[in-house]
């Protein structure tokens, strides 16, 4: 089946680092992904849409400056947490669009963030 | 707009229970994609089910159920026998099949005790 793999699964940084997380679809191509966000016992919030080769599409409140997304070929998208604060800290969880059956998002194992 | 309604934060069982947990959701569009997953403690998203609005069948797999109805905008999923394995916050989601835009209920965290 379908595999969307990232890295790191958990990271731990400092007040006003930055922090790099990678979605990688591992045997199809995802011309679309996704970002979504998970605060501690609260659902899942889009962040924003990725597309390969475009720049990507951010959800009202979400702040483009602060959270960097690229999205460089078919199978790699990264989220980049710039000047991060403890308000960040959550669980970050990306998905793939299958671009052979586009009605297919496969999630990814998520990445807890934790700043201090 | 897309919405998703699961009005049950927390349910707790007794193991060999059935247990029903509700979805109720919103929109205009004609052509939508209905999701449930299942999050384990460790995080990751399971799969369970996707079902397209033109499937109002409803659908078994093993101790688990769907059950989609149009009229009432509810695609509500039942466990029968719980288990203490299904413990866990299960979450529903719609999806506009134009842009893949997924929406999230809140989730229903289920405890199910031995």
């Known amino acids: 089946g379908a595999v969307v793999s990232q890295h790191p699964s958990w990271v731990i940084c400092k007040s006003g680092t930055s922090v790099k997380i990678e979605c990688r679809s591992l045997?199809?191509?995802?011309?679309?992904m996704f970002w979504y966000r998970q605060f501690p016992k609260q659902s899942l919030m889009l962040m924003a849409t990725?597309?390969?080769?475009?720049?990507?599409?951010?959800e009202q409140g979400v702040e483009k400056d602060k959270f960097l997304i690229n999205h460089a070929s078919l199978t790699l998208s990264t989220l980049t947490v710039t000047s991060a604060h403890p308000e960040d800290s959550s669980f970050y969880i990306c998905?793939?669009?299958?671009?052979?059956?586009?009605?297919?998002?496969?999630f990814g194992p998520g990445t807890r963030l934790t700043v201090t | 707009a897309q919405k998703v309604t699961q009005a049950q934060t927390e349910i707790s069982v007794v193991e060999k229970e059935d247990v029903t947990l509700d979805c109720v959701y919103e929109t205009r569009d004609t052509t939508y994609y209905l999701f449930w997953y299942k999050q384990p403690p460790s995080g990751e998203l399971v799969f369970l089910i996707r079902r397209n609005s033109f499937d109002e069948q409803n659908e078994i797999s093993g101790r688990y159920s769907w059950n989609f109805q149009k009229s009432t905008s509810s695609f509500n999923f039942t466990i029968t026998a719980s288990q203490v394995v299904d413990s866990a916050v299960y979450f529903c989601?719609?999806?506009?099949?134009?842009?893949?835009?997924?929406?999230f209920g809140a989730g229903t965290r289920l405890t199910v005790k031995p």
């Open positions: 045997d199809f191509q995802a011309t679309t």
């Open positions: 989601a719609l999806s506009d099949p134009r842009n893949n835009d997924m929406r």
């Open positions: 990725s597309n390969e080769g475009s720049k990507a599409t951010y």
């Open positions: 998905s793939a669009r299958d671009d052979m059956v586009l009605y297919e998002q496969y």
